[in-house]
């Protein structure tokens, strides 16, 4: 054997060896940690709104030398029109408890004319929303409502499904001087303390 070939042989020899302890050894190793983060950010969001928005007592007359006295319950005294039973339906759509304050866009006389006329609201929590409504009401009975807010559901008008509507009612006291087709607009407003 020629010492080239010899060479060579040796040569692939130690190239064979080297990959075999090459391939058995680890050539390097890596540690190391990290972290990341996922952010969300749920804001409240306070919402209401009137599923009924419309409360029509009709056409009617005063009878003379009487005050008609007229509620959304059926009450009607002294009226030729018929009995209204029904009331405006609020839902709090947001997501967090709020306050309530309703109030109307023109008084009672300016409302309803004549001598002495009275405009009341009462609120409840509509059948089956129990606890809808809570805290300081000045509408727990029929109680005057004006161009001023008043509290509604002082401390929370509730927000979860079961709980998160109310029914407003009104009455109303019509002097027999009193005619022409008369409007109101309430007006509710629902404040979030978060």
């Not at 190793?29 to 990290?34: H, L, P, Q, V």
């Not at 000045?138 to 409502?145: D, R």
Request: proline share 2%; glycine share 12%; with cysteine.
């Amino acid at each position: 054997m020629k010492s080239t070939e010899a060479i060579t042989y040796a040569s692939i020899a130690v190239i064979a060896v080297s990959l075999l302890f090459i391939g058995t050894e680890l050539t390097g190793f890596a540690t190391g940690n990290d972290t990341a983060i996922v952010n969300v950010t749920i804001t409240g969001a306070a919402e209401i709104n009137f599923t009924t928005d419309v409360l029509d007592f009709g056409t009617g007359a005063v009878t003379p030398g009487q005050t008609a006295i007229l509620n959304s319950e059926g009450t009607n005294t002294s009226w030729s029109g018929n009995a209204t039973t029904g009331e405006l339906i609020l839902e709090n759509i947001g997501n967090t408890n709020l306050t309530l304050q309703l109030m109307t866009d023109l008084s009672p006389a300016d409302f309803l004319g004549g001598a002495s006329p009275t405009f009341q609201a009462k609120v409840a929590n509509n059948t089956g929303n129990i606890g809808a409504c809570n805290g300081t009401n000045v509408f727990t009975s029929y109680a005057n409502i004006n161009t001023t807010l008043q509290s509604a559901c002082g401390t929370i008008f509730g927000y979860e499904s079961a709980s998160d509507e109310i029914k407003i009612d009104f009455s109303m006291n019509i002097s027999d001087d009193a005619e022409g087709t008369k409007q109101v607009t309430i007006t509710a407003v629902g404040t979030y303390g978060g």
